[in-house]
């Protein structure tokens, strides 16, 4: 993997914490990987969405989701010094990004079918605090 991460500081603003892995361009600290990822998939999920004619891009939701994922667990198993917290919200977003992963795949399904069963994954996300 990218060592060359490990000796360079996130590049948020003035966080100035050790970088641990990058999104996009960017290379983040573990924190603010984790703030980008919740970001980015809160506004992908078509159960977010109000029904508006904001064009989807498909192909790049997927990539994202792609990179996001194989970010998350990259980190996780790579990190060594992530906490419990930390941890858990890596599963969270490597769920999330499955489960839109698995609902682009399915574009049939409408958003009212999605959005039934989505209620307890919503609530229990929404439980997780901000960063
Ligand atoms: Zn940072």
Redesign the pocket.
Known sequence: MDTMHRKRN?S?GS?G?AAITSLGQQI??V??FLLRCYEKLDGLDPRGRKFTSEPIDLAAMRGFIEECSRKALDVSLQCEELSNLERGRLLDILLWAGELFLLLRAPRLTFAESMASADDGMAARAAIPNL
């Open positions: 996130c948020v966080c914490r983040l600290c924190n603010h």
